[in-house]
C-alpha cells in the first residue's frame, strides 16, 4: 500500500509561477537583464539560486552578485505570495483525499522553509501536512534526488512506496530519480512535452486526481509491496 504522498508547491498546490515570474523580471531589470516570461518557464521547478546561475552565464552582469539578486528574488516573490497567491484547482480535494485514508503527506519543495510555511498557512493547509523540507537545505536542489531523499527518510518510508506530485520536469526528474511513483501535473503550455513521459501517471490538472488513479499507483507497485 501506498505509504505517504509528498507534494511540491509552487506551481502544483498554490498558483505561485505567475508571480516568481513576474518578479525574476523586475530584479533582473536591475541588473540590466531583459526576461521574458519564456525564459522564466526554462527554469520552472529549480531553486533560486540555480536559477539566478542558469542566466547569468548566458548574461553576465555586474553591480550585484548572484546571491544578492537571489536573495532580491526570494525576499519580493515571499512577500506577494504571503498576500497574493491562490490554492490551485483539486489542490485541497487531493491533499483532503489522502488525510483521509491516514497517509501522511509532506511537501519538498525548491523553495526556502519560510517561504513553504507562509504558503501552506495562508492556503490553511498546514494542518494536513505532517512535515515539509526545502532543498534549499540540500547540496544539490531539483532535478537531483537529494529533497526527496531526506523527505522518505524524516518520514520513514520507502520510495518505491511513495507518491510524489510535480508539476515541472525538473521536479518529476528529482522525484523519478529518488525511485517514487510519480504523478505529473504540467502547466498547459508544455503538457505534451516528452519530458513528463518518465511519468507513472500524467493528468491535467488536480481536479482530476480520483479513486481510479489511486488504484492504478498502487498497481504499479512492485508485486512485493502491493496488498
Known amino acids: 500500500m501506498i505509504e505517504a504522498a509528498i507534494f511540491d508547491m509552487d506551481g502544483l498546490l498554490v498558483d505561485s509561477e505567475p508571480i516568481w ?8 531589470e536591475t ?14 521547478g529549480l531553486g533560486t539560486a540555480d536559477f539566478v546561475k542558469l542566466f547569468y552565464e548566458r548574461f553576465p552582469w555586474e553591480g550585484k552578485s548572484q546571491e544578492q539578486v537571489g536573495q532580491e528574488i526570494i525576499d519580493r516573490g515571499h512577500e506577494r505570495i504571503g498576500v497574493e497567491a491562490q490554492i490551485m484547482p483539486g489542490a485541497r480535494e487531493t491533499v483532503r483525499f489522502f488525510y483521509e485514508r ?4 509532506a511537501v519538498a519543495s525548491a523553495s526556502p522553509m519560510e517561504i513553504i510555511e ?7 493547509l498546514i494542518a494536513y501536512f505532517s512535515l515539509w523540507h526545502s532543498a ?12 526527496y531523499w531526506s523527505t522518505i527518510e524524516k518520514l520513514g518510508v520507502k520510495g518505491s512506496r511513495c507518491v510524489a506530485f510535480e508539476d ?21 503550455y ?3 512535452e516528452p519530458k513528463f513521459d518518465i511519468a507513472d501517471i500524467k493528468i491535467p490538472s488536480l481536479t ?8 492504478t499507483l498502487v498497481q504499479k507497485m512492485p508485486l512485493s509491496e502491493q496488498p
Not at 118 to 124: A, F, I
Not at 136 to 147: A, I
Open 21 to 28: 515570474q513576474e518578479v525574476a523580471i523586475e530584479i533582473f
Open 208 to 215: 482530476h486526481f480520483n479513486e481510479d488513479i489511486f488504484n
Open 190 to 192: 508544455e503538457y505534451d
Open 31 to 44: 541588473v540590466g537583464v531583459q526576461l521574458t516570461v519564456e525564459m522564466c518557464q526554462e527554469g520552472t
Open 118 to 124: 507562509t504558503v501552506l498557512k495562508r492556503l490553511n
Open 136 to 147: 534549499v537545505l540540500e547540496q544539490r536542489s531539483k532535478p537531483h534526488p537529494d529533497v
Open 102 to 105: 491516514n497517509i501522511p503527506m
Open 168 to 188: 515541472s520536469g525538473n521536479g518529476l526528474r528529482s522525484a523519478h530519480a529518488a525511485g517514487m511513483l510519480t504523478v505529473a501535473v504540467p502547466a498547459p
